[in-house]
């Protein structure tokens, strides 16, 4: 019967790596390089193929630890967020109206391709703001490439506005525009309106209360 060194002998010969030759003997790498360490070393077939699969590994298993990470960190944001209350929702409608909203004209505007960020409007404007739905009025801006019909009941499904509150769809024709920026809208972009429709507390009464309401809170933060 062949001994340990023999066999290791054998298999080295054959282009087997010390990680192979290890599980197959039960030998320890150190011994194994105290035996073979002479022994002139061409890797085989399998071994090469392993070698070059050695990349695609470690991209997969770094891949799957980026992804369990962003995992845990998603879960811990949510976690720290937990349910919003309506002062939450009030301030977090607020911060949007900062950003999207029409603050040099008095009406009440938030524009946004943005689906999410159109559902938090509506959203804030009902249920902070107090807006009926009689009072909203949405217009759409489209590309050429566009089909407005589709269009407007996408941005009707997201508001929970009905088409006849709609607009004409605007379809932009502008030749300066980027390609790339026409084929990320497929639906443009949502211009959410409020109209008073007689009643003067949702006309500029209400735009007027906004921009009260984001005064006081830069006065806050600089406080």
């Not at 249920?127 to 009689?134: A, M």
């Not at 997201?158 to 607009?167: D, L, S």
């Not at 959410?192 to 429709?197: F, L």
């Amino acid at each position: 019967m062949r001994s340990f060194k023999d066999r290791a002998l054998d298999l080295r010969r054959r282009g087997w790596s010390y990680n192979v030759i290890s599980q197959r003997l039960g030998v320890g790498k150190g011994t194994l390089s105290a035996w073979l360490r002479e022994v002139p070393y061409t890797p085989n077939q399998a071994v090469i193929a392993r070698i070059r699969a050695g990349p695609a590994k470690a991209a997969v298993m770094k891949q799957r630890v980026r992804f369990q990470q962003i995992l845990a960190l998603k879960a811990q944001g949510q976690k720290e967020i937990g349910q919003l209350s309506e002062r939450d929702l009030l301030l977090l409608g607020l911060g949007l109206y900062m950003g999207e909203g029409s603050k040099l004209y008095e009406e009440v505007r938030i524009v946004n391709s943005d689906p999410q960020i159109i559902r938090v409007a509506m959203q804030w404007l009902r249920r902070s703001c107090g807006i009926p739905r009689r009072n909203f009025v949405v217009a759409v801006h489209v590309y050429p490439d566009s089909s407005p019909g589709a269009s407007v009941r996408y941005w009707a499904r997201i508001t929970g506005v009905p088409r006849g509150q709609f607009e004409r769809v605007q379809v932009d024709r502008r030749l300066d525009k980027s390609n790339r920026k026409r084929r990320r809208l497929p639906y443009g972009t949502a211009h959410v309106k409020v109209y008073s429709r007689g009643d003067h507390r949702f006309g500029v009464a209400l735009h007027r209360r906004i921009i009260g309401w984001i005064e006081a809170a830069y006065k806050n933060l600089r406080a």
